[in-house]
């Protein structure tokens, strides 16, 4: 076997005011110009701080983008638009904007600093970017943020459905490593231990605690990062996407209003391990113990969205071998959604 190089964030700060040392950490860096990339409604008060601790530390900001579409083609934009200058990018709040930041830097192939405001799902340390292209959602290659600024306490005060959805990606590590190993058992596909172990242990960190507090926030958001490095180690996505993330990715394009991706997931994470016949009572009971269940009922799917999904969701993806690819789920996974207690209204006609 070859070796295999692979970069990790060398910074990682998670902690209560990690906003506030932002400067701190890229002067540390010796990076004196950087372009800022923030998400579009960021609130002002974060910016503002943000702003400030660059510019206590002498910190010129070459270019100030707000991103309000997440695509390639408005990241070609931002990438023509920076100076010669800049020696990093930063992304600032949600998945658009530290996707765009991220295959800007990339494009660039310039350092990229990950500063999410909140946990909705593990995109803000993973190797690659979902952008649109021409309208058509993709998964770009990208590398790793060199560092990660995660401040506790900001990413606690975010609205409850982003803190639901960032646990919903994470528990769909249980089904997405089962269907890695099935792959390997049915065609061969290589399965790298380590990341598999890795993804795994990201899981069980994160139920010994699975509360919303200052500590519960610090343990998902290392639980995320450590997921995206399981990714870079093995190449793929393997260790945090499986068939959970296909039935997602189908209702992306057929559903009338999307969820968040992690809502969607979590839900796909709890019927894939059912019919896998593993871990399904423990993904239940820690999504039931976080309040995912009732913010799902807050605002339930549509059934004949989730069966158009679920039997599109084998094709979404080509060569690419999960539970779903074994045999028709369809009327097994449809009698689940309307029997199975713990999905008592988060369905609706």
């Given at each position: 076997m070859s070796a295999q190089t692979i970069s990790v964030p060398a910074l990682v700060r998670m902690k209560p005011k990690a906003l506030d040392?932002?400067?701190?950490?890229?002067?540390?860096?010796?990076?004196?110009?950087?372009?800022?990339?923030?998400?579009?409604?960021?609130?002002?008060?974060?910016?503002?701080?943000?702003?400030?601790s660059l510019a206590s530390e002498g910190i010129a900001i070459d270019a100030h983008e707000v991103v309000e579409d997440a695509s390639f083609e408005q990241s070609a934009r931002h990438l023509a638009r920076l100076s010669r200058e800049t020696q990093a990018v930063v992304g600032l709040g949600g998945g658009k904007a530290l996707d765009t930041a991220k295959y800007v830097a990339f494009l660039a192939n310039l350092p990229y600093y990950a500063v999410p405001t909140s946990l909705s799902n593990d995109g803000f340390c993973s190797p690659q970017s979902s952008l649109t292209l021409a309208g058509k959602r993709k998964s770009l290659a990208a590398r790793l943020p060199v560092g990660v600024v995660l401040d506790t306490e900001v990413c606690l005060q975010a609205p409850l459905?982003?803190?639901?959805?960032?646990?919903?990606?994470?528990?769909?590590?249980?089904?997405?490593?089962?269907?890695?190993?099935?792959?390997?058992?049915?065609?061969?596909?290589?399965?790298?231990?380590?990341?598999?172990?890795?993804?795994?242990?990201?899981?069980?960190?994160?139920?010994?605690?699975?509360?919303r507090d200052d500590e519960g926030v610090r343990l998902l958001g290392t639980s995320l990062l450590l997921n995206g490095i399981a990714m870079e180690i093995s190449g793929t996505s393997r260790p945090a996407s499986g068939s959970e993330h296909l039935i997602s990715h189908a209702l992306d394009q057929i559903s009338e209003r999307p969820r968040l991706h992690g809502?969607?997931?979590?839900?796909?994470?709890?019927l894939m391990a059912r019919v896998q016949g593993q871990r399904a009572e423990e993904v239940g009971q820690v999504l039931k113990q976080t309040g995912f269940w009732e913010g799902v009922r807050a605002d339930p799917f549509r059934k004949t969205e989730w069966g158009e999904a679920i039997r599109m969701a084998?094709?979404?993806?080509?060569?690419?071998?999960?539970?779903?690819?074994e045999r028709d789920r369809s009327a097994e996974l449809e009698w689940l959604i309307e029997q199975d207690p713990l999905l008592a209204g988060c369905f609706v006609a």
């Open positions: 040392r932002l400067g701190i950490y890229l002067s540390r860096a010796k990076h004196t110009h950087i372009a800022l990339m923030q998400s579009s409604g960021l609130n002002q008060e974060l910016v503002e701080r943000a702003l400030a459905p982003l803190w639901l959805s960032g646990v919903g990606d994470l528990v769909a590590k249980v089904t997405a490593v089962f269907d890695w190993k099935l792959s390997f058992h049915a065609q061969g596909e290589p399965v790298n231990d380590l990341a598999a172990l890795l993804s795994d242990a990201t899981v069980r960190q994160f139920m010994a605690h699975p509360t809502l969607q997931v979590g839900v796909a994470t709890y084998p094709s979404m993806k080509q060569n690419f071998f999960t539970v779903l690819s």
